[in-house]
């Protein structure tokens, strides 16, 4: 089995057909299917199914899929560790933690190697950062979590492996407009039936954790991101779960007043792929956030 032979074999799952992959890999189709007889005789399987419209993975082709591709990435890695190389670092996060935690991680970091370069992905969905850290087009992603496991919050995860560090704790706060006739006493979640719960999307870490505390009693209003939901909640247009980061400017000049029901913190969480964890630009990451975490 030679790594030539897997890289053909992930173009013609990619493109599905020996003429597309070959175009894709500056091949004659006749190498590429000289490619993957060679492969399938290694294996003592067919991989493929030839059928009119292309080629289509068979059983044994499908558990060779995600095989091909850790190959493929640790070979990579071996070249990259035997000539010392140490590929740009490739962080992805959403927009508030991008903007708000990510900053210090990097910081950190190029005080330990302030000659590798650094891309910042700032991404729509936390779906998207999984995937891609998965996918290994990220080095790692920077998002919010809770509990002892990746996707204790209750979002879902890719089948690929994944391992996650904790670097920090984010404080939530329930907040509402001065004067709410709630504020100023300790609260039960049942006493906030009937509320207005400014929200995100259905994903959204802090839209999750209210889920959980406040339950169904709670009417959701869709408000959009972070700043639209604080200045709603300025506005009195209802109350709203947010980041401490994103309200302390709020609660301290009285714009905001904090509600009296105490919310769970979220783990600011770093998550990389396993299978890339020798990679050195992963290690020196891991070095940066465990420095991070000490500090906090």
């Known amino acids: 089995m030679e790594l030539r032979q897997l890289r053909t074999f992930e173009a013609v799952v990619k493109h599905g057909t020996v003429t597309e992959a070959a175009h894709a890999l500056a091949l004659a189709p006749s190498s590429v299917s000289a490619h993957i007889r060679a492969l399938e005789e290694t294996m003592g399987v067919a991989l493929f199914a030839r059928t009119a419209h292309g080629m289509r993975t068979t059983a044994a082709g499908d558990r060779l899929v995600d095989w091909a591709a850790l190959l493929l990435r640790q070979s990579e890695q071996a070249l990259g560790e035997v000539r010392g190389a140490v590929r740009a670092l490739r962080l992805g996060a959403l927009e508030t933690i991008a903007a708000t935690c990510v900053p210090a991680l990097l910081r950190r970091f190029a005080r330990r190697r302030p000659g590798l370069g650094v891309e910042v992905r700032v991404a729509t969905g936390r779906g998207v950062l999984l995937d891609e850290v998965a996918a290994g087009t990220l080095t790692a992603a920077l998002l919010l979590d809770r509990g002892e496991a990746l996707g204790g919050l209750g979002f879902p995860l890719p089948a690929a492996s994944l391992s996650s560090l904790d670097v920090g704790a984010v404080p939530l706060d329930l907040v509402a407009a001065p004067g709410h006739p709630l504020a100023g006493r ?8 009937g509320e207005r719960l400014l929200v995100n999307v259905a994903q959204c870490s802090f839209r999750l954790v209210a889920d959980q505390l406040l339950g169904p009693g709670v009417e959701r209003v869709d408000a959009g991101g ?6 709603w909640a300025e506005q009195g247009l209802g109350i709203a779960l947010l980041p401490r980061f994103a309200v302390e400017d709020g609660l301290a000049q009285g714009r905001l007043v904090r509600l009296g ?14 299978a890339d964890e020798a990679l050195p ?10 420095d991070s975490r000490g500090a906090a």
């Open 261 to 274: 029901l105490p919310a769970p913190d979220l783990a600011l969480r770093l998550v990389w792929s396993t």
């Open 186 to 193: 300790p609260l039960r979640a049942a006493e906030l039936a």
């Open 226 to 231: 972070v700043p639209v939901m604080r200045a």
């Open 281 to 290: 630009e992963v290690r020196e990451l891991l070095y940066a956030a465990s």
